[in-house]
DNA sequence: ACCTGAACACCGTTCAAGT
DNA sequence: ACCTGAACACCGTTCAAGT
C-alpha cells in the first residue's frame, strides 16, 4: 500500500472516520506522545528528508520510541501524511476572514519552520489575520503567492495533495478563502469553479517545479543559477533546443529566482486579464462558445 | 532510494547515460527480453495497477523472468520508470509538425492502449501527423485536450512528470510544440514561458485530479457521479461547505464528465482572451506592471 | 491506556555464480 | 552476453504480549 494509489475515497480519509478519544487521563502524567507531537515531528522529517525518505520506522526513531508506539495514535502511514498535509495547508497566510471556524484548523508546529522566513508571521496561529479586504485582483495575487511560498517551503506538500482527497479543516478553509476571492471578481457563479481551477493549477503546478528544483540544489550543495547552467550544457548540444534557448535568452541575465517571479506573475496577469475579459464580455450561457476576438 | 526525491539531476536521467550496446548478437537467436518489451510491460502494469502497485518484482513476474533479469537492460527502478514517462508522453497527438528528429521518440506499443479509444490513432506511430496549421488558439487548445487525454488514460504519468526532468526525446518533441504554439500568439518573446508556464500547469493540475478521481471510481466500481453524490453528502454537514455546494449548484444537473469539460475549456478561454488582452496592450517593459482596467 | 517485540509479506539492489 | 539465487538492508502493518 503505502502512499500513492488509492486513498481519494472519502471512507479512507482521516477527517471522516472517528476521532480516538483525549489521550492523557486526569490522573496519569502525560506519557510523552500525542497527534500533535506526531505530526510536528512529521512535518520536521519531511522537511528534512523529503517524501522518499520518510518512514514510520524512522519516525518512530526520531520519538525515541519503538516503531509501533506511532500507531496507537495514528491508524496508517496514509492517515498521517493527511494530517501533515492539513496541518502545512494551514501555514498559507489568508488575504481574507474565512468563514470557517478558526478552532478547527491544526496548527503545525513553529519548530518546522525556518525562522530565517521573511514574511513575519504569528508565532502560533499562522490564521488568516491580515489586510484590510482591498480590491480582488489583489487578493487573487496574495491568494497565490502565500501558496506558492507554502508548497516552495514544503516541496512532499504537492505529491500529497494529488494523493489525498485534501478536505481537512484547513483545506477547507484554505478552499472557502479561494472561493470567496473569485467570488468579488464578478464572474457569474457558473464560472468561478473553473476560474478557481486555472488559478490553483497553475500555482500548484508552478511551485511543485521550483520546490523540486530548490530540494535539488539543497541536496547537491549547489546555487540555484548553477545548476540551470549546469542544465542547460548538458542538453544544449540536442538538435531540438533551439527553441528554449532562444526562450531563454530573451529573458535577458536575470537570475532563475528573478526570471521565476517574472513568470509566476505574469502568467497571474494573464489570468487576471482573461477573467476581466471575460466577464466583461456579452454574458453566453454555453462556456464553449469562441472568446471575443479583438486583433 | 525509489522513486519520489532525487532523480531531478541531469546526470541521474537515463537519457544522459550511455546507451547499452544493442542486443541481440548476430548468430544467437534473441533471448526474449528487451529494453522495448520491458517499458511496454511497465507501462501495461502501471495502467493495470497504478504507480504504488508497481514493483520490479512485480514486473518480472509479469514478463516471466527472475526479478533480476530486468537490471541487465535497466540500471536502475528510476531510470525505467523515466523512459515509461517518455514513452507515454509521445501518445500526446501534437497539433503542428514538430522540429525534431521524428526517429527519437520512442513509442509505447498499441497493448497498453484501451482498443475502445474514440479518437481514431495511428495503430504504431502516435506522432503529430494531423491537420493542416489553423489558428493558435485551436493549437493550443488541441495541445491542451490531447495532453489532458493522455494524462488520464495514464494516472501514473503526473507523478511521474513532477519527479524527473522530463528531458526524453518525446518530451522535448512535447515542448517544441507546446514552445510553437505560443510562438504564434504574438506573444512578446520574454513573455512566451510565463504563458506557456500557465497553460502546461493548468492542464497538468486539472488532468492529475481528473484521472485520480477515474480511478477512485474503476477500484470501487462505482461511476464518477456516484462517488461524486457520496463525497458531496459525507462532507456537506460541515459548517463551512455552503459556498462549494452552493457553486456546485449553479451548474445546473450536469454529469461530472460535462462539468469537467465546462471548467476545461472555460479555463482556456480565460487564458487565450488573457494573452490576447495583454498582446493588445501598449508594450511595456517590465511584467509586474498591472493589468489594464477596463470595469 | 499506552508501549513493546517478534513476525509476515513485501521492497530495490548488490554480488557471485551459472550458462 | 544474458539470466539466476541468495542475501542485505530496508519497508508498512498485524498481533500477542507486556505494564
Redesign the pocket.
Known amino acids: ?2 502512499n500513492g494509489s488509492r486513498a481519494i475515497r472519502p471512507q479512507s480519509s482521516v477527517w471522516l472516520s472517528e476521532r ?2 483525549p ?3 486526569a490522573d ?1 502524567q502525560p ?3 500525542d497527534r500533535l507531537k506526531i505530526v510536528a515531528a512529521t512535518i520536521r522529517l519531511l522537511d528534512a528528508e523529503g517524501l522518499a525518505g ?5 519516525l ?1 526513531a526520531e520519538l525515541g ?5 506511532v ?3 495514528v491508524d ?3 492517515h498521517l501524511l493527511e494530517l501533515a498535509l492539513d496541518a502545512a495547508m494551514g501555514e498559507i497566510v489568508l488575504p481574507i476572514e474565512a468563514v470557517a471556524p478558526a478552532k478547527a484548523r491544526v496548527v503545525s508546529p513553529p519548530a518546522s519552520q525556518p525562522a530565517s522566513q521573511r514574511a513575519a508571521r504569528p508565532a502560533e496561529a499562522h490564521a488568516h489575520l491580515p489586510a484590510e479586504p482591498r480590491d480582488w485582483r489583489d487578493q487573487l495575487r496574495q491568494l497565490a503567492e502565500e501558496s506558492r511560498k507554502v508548497l516552495v517551503r514544503h516541496p512532499w506538500l504537492s505529491p500529497l495533495m494529488g494523493d489525498y482527497l485534501n478536505i481537512g479543516p484547513n483545506a477547507m478553509v484554505f478552499t472557502n478563502a479561494a472561493q470567496e476571492v473569485m467570488r468579488n471578481s464578478g464572474l457569474p457563479v457558473e464560472k468561478l469553479s473553473s476560474a478557481l481551477a486555472l488559478v490553483t493549477h497553475f500555482v500548484f503546478g508552478f511551485s511543485t517545479l521550483e520546490g523540486r528544483f530548490a530540494v535539488s540544489c539543497r541536496e547537491e550543495g549547489i546555487a540555484q543559477d548553477e545548476l540551470l547552467q549546469e542544465v542547460m550544457t548538458t542538453v544544449k548540444d540536442r538538435p531540438d533546443f533551439d527553441g528554449t534557448r532562444e526562450m531563454f535568452a530573451a529573458q535577458g541575465e536575470i537570475s532563475v529566482e528573478e526570471m521565476r517571479d517574472r513568470d509566476f506573475t505574469f502568467a497571474l496577469d494573464i489570468t487576471i486579464a482573461g477573467i476581466e475579459a471575460l466577464r466583461d464580455a456579452a454574458p453566453r450561457d454555453a462556456a464553449s462558445q469562441d472568446p471575443p476576438e479583438r486583433a
Open positions: 500500500m503505502a480516538k478519544p489521550r492523557r487521563k496519569q506519557v510523552g506522545l520518510f518512514s514510520m520506522r524512522r518512530a520510541v519503538t516503531a509501533m508506539s500507531y496507537w495514535y496508517t502511514k496514509d
